[in-house]
């Protein structure tokens, strides 16, 4: 009889995953569709206020999806360059959701269907990877958020991991921070399931309707002490100082 159900079973399993899955696909649709409806009334926003909007929307997508945050360390006020380990698509989310900031993002993503405007409607900076042109608007785009109030979030490794490896930090940021004279906060994003993960040219439809049928998720969140530049220091000891910082978190 054992063996009869158990095929039985893993197939309810299955369905309810689907299900779940499905359900939370239609979430996230109908959250993007607020966001670009909220942000088709406004004209221009601060930076500061698409750092709030970024926060409530992180927040909604996390509580809908199942993700449970878990924060260790005080979150500092003011604007910072916010530096963190990079895992998951859902790391953008998870530091919005506990440090309202703009974030950069790889040039790719501006050009997804559904998920590239609602990107855009919460201020995201794009920047191609190898273009230089695109790096330096992006990074004066970073520099006028960061003047105007609103912390700025970065990757430095400039891709994703397991999760257990953290890759030389790019100096681009960290040279901001230096002229905009604000500090940069360390953080350390660590997944308690090892599924979450998205990398080494993983696609990511299937990848996240596998991840959107799990049950729960939970992540933790380390914020490390603020890191000022020192006289004199440039961009890329700035950038190793901060990597030991992650690494020590």
């Known amino acids: 009889m054992a063996l009869v159900l158990e095929p039985l079973q893993r197939e309810h399993e299955s369905v ?29 926003v601060a930076p500061t206020a698409l750092a709030g909007r970024a926060a409530r929307t992180a927040a909604t997508i996390l509580r809908v999806h199942g993700v449970d945050v878990h924060l260790s360390g005080a979150v500092p006020t003011g604007p910072h360059v916010v530096a963190c380990n990079h895992v998951s698509y859902l790391d953008p989310l998870v530091v919005s959701a506990v440090v309202p900031c703009v974030s950069i993002a790889k040039g790719e993503t501006a050009r997804w269907p559904i998920i590239g405007p609602g990107l855009r409607a919460l201020g995201v900076v794009f920047v191609r990877r190898e273009d230089p042109h695109s790096g330096a608007i992006a990074l004066r785009r970073a520099w006028r958020a960061l003047a105007s109030g609103a912390s700025v979030l970065n990757f430095p490794e400039g891709t ?45 439809a299937p990848h996240y309707w596998k991840l959107a049928g799990s049950e729960r998720i939970a992540v933790r969140v380390r914020v490390g002490e603020p890191i000022q530049s020192r006289p004199t220091e440039n961009a890329r000891d700035l950038a190793a100082r901060v990597r030991e910082a992650v690494l020590a978190l």
């Not at 959250?31 to 004209?43: D, F, N, P, V």
């Not at 953080?187 to 599924?195: F, G, H, S, T």
């Open 16 to 44: 309810g995953t689907s299900l779940l899955a499905a359900r939370r696909s239609a979430a996230l649709v109908a959250t993007i569709g607020r966001l670009l409806a909220e942000a088709g009334t406004q004209r221009q």
């Open 160 to 204: 994703t991991s397991d999760g257990r490896l953290v890759y030389p930090f790019r100096r681009g940021m960290f040279g901001v921070a230096i002229l905009a004279g604000v500090p940069v906060l360390p953080l350390r994003i660590v997944y308690e399931d090892d599924r979450v993960p998205w990398f080494g040219g993983a696609t990511f």
